[in-house]
C-alpha cells in the first residue's frame, strides 16, 4: 500500500469543493501547546493495490447454493451471512464501488500522523489521527474511538455534523478521532510483543498529551468502551463516555433486584441473546488469531461474509436496512487495503482467550464523571437503574428509540447531542487543570 504523506494544501479542488477544503483546513491548525509536531496525511492507496483489490474480488470463488448458505438472515442471527447477499455484494464491488469517493471524503477531514512511545515500556507507536481542533481557548478535547470491524471512519457523520455546525472559531471542543493501536493506519514499527488493553490505552494517552492535552474526555463503543475505561485510570483523562458495557458476574448479580422497564428488558434479552449465539466469532479471534487472519486475508470476499454479518447483524435494521452494501464494502476495503486484519487481533486475544470465559473486569473509575448512551441494539447494554446502582459517578444518561453497535455511524444526531450534553456537564471538571 503507499501510504503519502503531505501537507494538505498540496491538492486543492476547485469551486465549491475548493471552499469546503478551506474551511476544513482552518479545523486542522494545530492548538498551543503542542509537544510533538504530528506530521499532515492523506491516504492515497495506489492504483496497483486497487486493481490487484478488484480482481481478487473478481476471482473469488463463491460457495454452491446449500441449505445453510440459502437460508441464512444475518439480521436476526440466523446461520451468518446469506449466499445471496454475498454474490450481490460482490457485483456491487465490481461494478460498483468507488474507493477514491471514500478516500476522498477521508482525506476531506484533517488527517494526521505521529509517533508517541510509551513511558512504560518504551514501545513505540506510529498513529494516525484525524481531528477537527477548535481555536477557543476553552476548547473541551475530547478522544472518539472505534473498534471491530469499525474504525474511525464510524465517525465521519458525526464529524460532518460538527463542521456543519460549527467553525473553527466557534466549535467547543477538540475532535481527535484516531485508528486505535494497530487499527488500521496505526501500527507499531516493530511488533515485537502481544499488546495488551493497559499499553493501547497509555497509547492513546501519551497521543492527548503529545497534542499539549493536560485535560481531556474518552468515548468508546466495542473495543473503543474497554479502551475509555482503562483510559478513566490516566491522570489526564477527566471524563469518560461509554455506548456499550459489559457487566461482570458480580456486576449482574449486585443490580438483580432492581426493577428495569420492558423495553430495557428487550435490550437485555438481545444482548443475552447474542451471547449465547453471538460471540463465537470472538471466541475464534481471541483464541485462534492467526488461524482466522489467514484465512480471511487469502480473499477480500471472504473477509466481506464475515465482517458483512456483523455489521448488519449488530445495526438496527428494525426500521430500515442499514448499513448500506457501499458503506459495509468501504470498510472491508479499509481493512483489506491497510492490511491490517491480523494485528486488530489483539483485544480479543485479551478478552477471549478462554472459551466460555468472563471477559477481564477493567474496572472504570468511579469518581471522574461518566456518561452513557444506551441504544436499542446493542449487544451489551445498561440499564439505567443498574447504570446508577453500579456507578455512583454516572452524571448522564441517554437513552435513543433507534440505533445499534455502530451508533456514530447510524445514529450521529443523537449520538452527537449526547456527547455535546455531556460535554457540557463536564467542562469545568476537564478545564480546570487542563
Not at 510533538?36 to 447454493?65: C, E, G, K, W
Not at 474511525?152 to 455534523?161: D, G, I, K
Not at 497509547?203 to 468508546?220: E, K, P, R
Not at 461509554?242 to 443490580?255: D, G, I, K, R, W
Request: net charge negative.
Amino acid at each position: 500500500m503507499d501510504l503519502t504523506d503531505h501537507p494538505q494544501s498540496s491538492s486543492k479542488p476547485t469551486g465549491t469543493a475548493n471552499k469546503m477544503a478551506l474551511d476544513l483546513s482552518s479545523f486542522g491548525i494545530l492548538p498551543p501547546g503542542i509537544l510533538t509536531q504530528p506530521t499532515p496525511f492523506s491516504l492515497n492507496v495506489s492504483m496497483r493495490d486497487i486493481h490487484r483489490l478488484s480482481a481478487q474480488v473478481d476471482q473469488a470463488n463463491i460457495a454452491v447454493p446449500q441449505y445453510y448458505n440459502t437460508h441464512a438472515d444475518p439480521v436476526n442471527g440466523t446461520y451468518g451471512i446469506s449466499r445471496s447477499w454475498l454474490l450481490d455484494a460482490q457485483q456491487i464491488w465490481l461494478s460498483e464501488f468507488d474507493w477514491r469517493a471514500h478516500e476522498e471524503q477521508q482525506n476531506k477531514f484533517p488527517n494526521f500522523r505521529i509517533n508517541v512511545t510509551l513511558p512504560s515500556d518504551g514501545q513505540v507507536f506510529d498513529l494516525h489521527f484525524a481531528a477537527l481542533f477548535s481555536k477557543r481557548e476553552d476548547a473541551v478535547p475530547i478522544t472518539l474511538l472505534h473498534g471491530w470491524p469499525g474504525s474511525w471512519m464510524e465517525f465521519l457523520p458525526v464529524m460532518e455534523l460538527l463542521v456543519e455546525k460549527y467553525t473553527a472559531d466557534t466549535l467547543p471542543y477538540h475532535v481527535v478521532v484516531p485508528s486505535i493501536p494497530d487499527y488500521g493506519l496505526s501500527f507499531r514499527p516493530e511488533e515485537t510483543k502481544e499488546l495488551t488493553m493497559a499499553t493501547a490505552g497509555e497509547a492513546i494517552n501519551s497521543l492527548m498529551v503529545q497534542l499539549g492535552f493536560n485535560g481531556y474526555v474518552a468515548q468508546g463503543g466495542d473495543v473503543g468502551s474497554f479502551l475509555s475505561q482503562v483510559l478513566s485510570h490516566h491522570d489526564e483523562c477527566k471524563a469518560y463516555h461509554l455506548n456499550m458495557f459489559f457487566m461482570t458476574s458480580q456486576q449482574q448479580a449486585s443490580v438483580a433486584h432492581l426493577n428495569i422497564s420492558a423495553e430495557e428488558q428487550a435490550k437485555v434479552d438481545y444482548a443475552a441473546a447474542w451471547a449465547t449465539t453471538g460471540n463465537a466469532y470472538a471466541v475464534e479471534h481471541g483464541t485462534r488469531p492467526s488461524t482466522i487472519s489467514l484465512v480471511l486475508q487469502t480473499n477480500p470476499v471472504a473477509m466481506l461474509a464475515w465482517m458483512g454479518e456483523k455489521l448488519i447483524e449488530w445495526s438496527d435494521n428494525r426500521h430500515s436496512p442499514f448499513p448500506s452494501i457501499d458503506t459495509i464494502l468501504s470498510f472491508v476495503s479499509y481493512y483489506w487495503l491497510t492490511n491490517s486484519y491480523a494485528r486488530s487481533m489483539w483485544a480479543y486475544s485479551e478478552l477471549t482467550s478462554v472459551v466460555g470465559g468472563e471477559l477481564p473486569p477493567y474496572n472504570p473509575s468511579l469518581t471522574k464523571p461518566m456518561g452513557y448512551s444506551c441504544f436499542p441494539v446493542e449487544i451489551a447494554t445498561l440499564p439505567e437503574s443498574w447504570a446508577r446502582e453500579l456507578f455512583p459517578n454516572l452524571v448522564f444518561y441517554g437513552v435513543h428509540e433507534k440505533g445499534g453497535h455502530f451508533a456514530a455511524l447510524q445514529a450521529p444526531e443523537a449520538f452527537l447531542s449526547d456527547i455535546e450534553q455531556f460535554l457540557a456537564i463536564v467542562k469545568d471538571t476537564v478545564l480546570g487543570s487542563a
